[in-house]
Protein backbone atom coordinates (compact mmCIF):
# COMPACT_ATOMS: atom_id res chain seq x y z
CA UNK A 1 0.00 0.00 0.00
CA UNK A 2 1.68 3.52 -0.82
CA UNK A 3 -0.23 6.44 -0.81
CA UNK A 4 2.06 9.72 -1.60
CA UNK A 5 1.13 13.69 -1.09
CA UNK A 6 2.35 16.04 -3.36
CA UNK A 7 1.17 19.94 -4.11
CA UNK A 8 2.52 21.34 -0.87
CA UNK A 9 4.13 24.66 -0.62
CA UNK A 10 4.82 28.37 1.00
CA UNK A 11 1.40 30.56 -0.50
CA UNK A 12 0.39 34.09 0.89
CA UNK A 13 -2.66 34.44 2.44
CA UNK A 14 -5.66 34.71 -0.15
CA UNK A 15 -3.80 32.30 -1.91
CA UNK A 16 -4.65 28.72 -3.31
CA UNK A 17 -2.64 25.34 -3.21
CA UNK A 18 -3.99 21.94 -4.95
CA UNK A 19 -2.77 18.87 -3.00
CA UNK A 20 -2.62 15.27 -4.52
CA UNK A 21 -2.46 11.74 -3.47
CA UNK A 22 -1.14 9.29 -5.45
CA UNK A 23 -2.34 6.03 -4.35
CA UNK A 24 -1.66 1.91 -4.94
CA UNK A 25 -1.46 -1.41 -3.50
CA UNK A 26 -5.47 -1.27 -2.29
CA UNK A 27 -8.95 -1.06 -4.00
CA UNK A 28 -8.86 2.66 -3.88
CA UNK A 29 -12.16 3.03 -5.10
CA UNK A 30 -13.92 0.82 -2.38
CA UNK A 31 -12.40 2.93 0.19
CA UNK A 32 -13.20 6.65 2.36
CA UNK A 33 -10.25 8.66 1.42
CA UNK A 34 -9.53 12.05 3.50
CA UNK A 35 -7.41 14.64 4.42
CA UNK A 36 -5.47 15.26 7.70
CA UNK A 37 -3.77 18.17 9.08
CA UNK A 38 -0.97 18.31 11.79
CA UNK A 39 -0.04 21.85 13.00
CA UNK A 40 3.05 21.99 15.56
CA UNK A 41 2.32 21.02 18.65
CA UNK A 42 -1.45 20.57 18.04
CA UNK A 43 -3.27 17.02 17.41
CA UNK A 44 -3.33 15.53 13.98
CA UNK A 45 -7.24 16.91 12.37
CA UNK A 46 -9.22 15.24 10.18
CA UNK A 47 -9.66 18.16 7.31
CA UNK A 48 -12.06 16.71 4.68
CA UNK A 49 -13.28 13.01 3.67
CA UNK A 50 -14.52 11.15 0.64
CA UNK A 51 -16.44 8.35 1.28
CA UNK A 52 -16.88 5.16 -1.65
CA UNK A 53 -20.37 6.18 -1.54
CA UNK A 54 -19.80 9.68 -2.75
CA UNK A 55 -20.68 11.42 0.83
CA UNK A 56 -18.41 14.12 1.42
CA UNK A 57 -17.50 15.67 4.79
CA UNK A 58 -15.32 18.58 5.88
CA UNK A 59 -14.18 20.27 9.02
CA UNK A 60 -16.03 23.66 9.96
CA UNK A 61 -12.83 25.60 9.76
CA UNK A 62 -12.68 24.91 5.96
CA UNK A 63 -16.15 24.38 4.72
CA UNK A 64 -16.66 26.90 1.47
CA UNK A 65 -12.88 27.04 0.85
CA UNK A 66 -11.33 23.26 0.63
CA UNK A 67 -12.70 20.85 -2.09
CA UNK A 68 -11.99 17.23 -1.85
CA UNK A 69 -12.35 15.28 -5.12
CA UNK A 70 -11.07 11.94 -6.02
CA UNK A 71 -10.54 10.01 -8.92
CA UNK A 72 -11.55 6.13 -8.85
CA UNK A 73 -9.81 5.61 -12.53
CA UNK A 74 -6.62 7.11 -11.49
CA UNK A 75 -6.52 5.98 -7.85
CA UNK A 76 -6.28 9.51 -6.66
CA UNK A 77 -7.62 12.04 -4.20
CA UNK A 78 -7.41 15.79 -4.75
CA UNK A 79 -7.52 18.80 -1.71
CA UNK A 80 -8.36 22.17 -3.78
CA UNK A 81 -7.92 24.44 -1.32
CA UNK A 82 -8.70 28.54 -1.76
CA UNK A 83 -8.42 31.68 0.18
CA UNK A 84 -5.54 29.68 2.65
CA UNK A 85 -4.96 31.43 6.39
CA UNK A 86 -2.23 31.20 8.20
CA UNK A 87 -3.80 28.76 10.12
CA UNK A 88 -4.07 26.33 7.71
CA UNK A 89 -0.18 26.10 7.98
CA UNK A 90 -0.09 22.34 8.73
CA UNK A 91 1.35 19.07 7.60
CA UNK A 92 -1.19 17.22 5.12
CA UNK A 93 -1.76 14.08 5.28
CA UNK A 94 -3.63 11.59 2.61
CA UNK A 95 -5.43 8.42 4.33
CA UNK A 96 -7.46 5.77 3.34
CA UNK A 97 -9.72 4.06 5.99
CA UNK A 98 -13.23 3.66 6.24
CA UNK A 99 -16.04 6.54 6.80
CA UNK A 100 -18.24 6.45 10.18
CA UNK A 101 -20.76 8.85 10.80
CA UNK A 102 -18.95 12.14 9.03
CA UNK A 103 -14.96 11.32 8.69
CA UNK A 104 -13.12 8.81 7.79
CA UNK A 105 -11.12 5.99 10.10
CA UNK A 106 -7.76 5.90 8.71
CA UNK A 107 -5.82 2.41 8.18
CA UNK A 108 -3.44 3.62 5.56
CA UNK A 109 -1.43 6.79 5.62
CA UNK A 110 0.55 9.29 3.38
CA UNK A 111 3.87 10.29 4.53
CA UNK A 112 2.40 14.28 4.37
CA UNK A 113 3.34 17.47 2.64
CA UNK A 114 3.94 20.56 4.21
CA UNK A 115 1.66 23.89 3.31
CA UNK A 116 2.94 27.45 5.11
CA UNK A 117 0.75 30.25 4.79
CA UNK A 118 2.16 33.39 5.76
CA UNK A 119 0.53 36.45 6.16
Known amino acids: VQLVESGGGSVQAGGSLTLSCATSGFSFSSYCMGWFRQAPGKEREGVAASASDGRLSYVDSVKGRFTISRDNAKNALYLQMNSLKPEDTAMYYC??????????????WGQGTQVTVSS
Open 95 to 108: AAGFFLVDKCVPGY
